[in-house]
C-alpha cells in the first residue's frame, strides 16, 4: 500500500476556524474571501501564495480568484512585514506641504527605502496614494490606526520613536 505524503499547511487549524465562523455570514463562501484575507493577515503579517491556496480551498474558489481580490487592495503583502506598517502619504495635499520630503526624512532616518522593513523588524514604510485624511496633511497613518499629521521633521522624528515601540493598544 503506498503512503501519501501529507502536504504541509500554512493555515492553522484556529485559522481555518475563524475563516470557516465568517462562511455563514455571507450569502456565498466567495464574499468571505476579504475578511479571510484580513484574519490570515493578522495572523501572518502577510499572505503568501500558499496562504492564498489554502483560502482558496476553504472557500471552494480558485487561488486565481482569492489573489485578484487581494491584489485590489494595497493591504495585503506576500513578504513579511514590520510589527508595524507605516503609510506616508503622498497625495496632491501632502505632497503640496512637503509630504515627499518627509517621505524621504523618514526613509534616511531608518536606513531603508520605501517599502522595505528596518532591520529590527519593527517598522516597514510605505507610500500611499491618498490616505483620506487631507486635513492632517501631510500626513501618515499606521496600520494600528493611529494618525499623524500635520508632519514636519521633528514630528516625524517623534513619530518614529512612537512607532518603535510598537502597535498600540486598543483603548
Not at 104 to 129: M, N, P, S, Y
Not at 132 to 161: H, N, S, T, W, Y
Request: aromatic fraction near 6%; charge should be negative.
Amino acid at each position: 500500500m503506498a503512503q501519501t505524503a501529507e502536504k504541509p499547511v500554512m493555515l492553522s487549524e484556529a485559522v481555518r476556524e475563524k475563516i470557516r465562523a465568517y462562511i455563514p455570514r455571507y450569502p456565498s463562501k466567495r464574499a468571505v474571501t476579504l475578511p479571510a484575507l484580513h484574519i490570515v493577515h493578522e495572523h501572518l503579517r502577510c499572505v503568501p501564495f500558499k496562504a492564498m491556496e489554502e483560502i482558496a480551498e476553504i472557500l471552494e474558489i480558485t487561488p486565481a480568484e482569492v489573489h485578484d481580490t487581494m491584489s485590489f487592495y494595497g493591504f495585503f503583502p506576500q513578504a513579511p512585514i514590520g510589527e508595524t506598517r507605516l503609510w506616508m502619504c503622498r497625495s496632491i495635499s501632502c505632497m503640496l506641504t512637503g509630504g515627499e520630503e518627509l517621505l524621504a526624512h523618514t526613509c534616511q532616518k531608518l536606513g531603508i527605502r520605501a517599502g522595505e522593513t528596518t532591520a529590527d523588524g519593527k517598522l516597514t514604510v510605505e507610500f500611499a496614494e491618498c490616505l483620506g485624511i487631507c486635513d492632517f496633511a501631510p500626513a501618515a497613518l499606521a496600520d494600528d490606526g493611529r494618525i499623524f499629521g500635520p508632519l514636519d521633521e521633528a514630528k516625524v522624528d517623534a513619530m518614529l520613536g512612537e512607532l518603535k515601540r510598537g502597535p498600540s493598544l486598543p483603548s
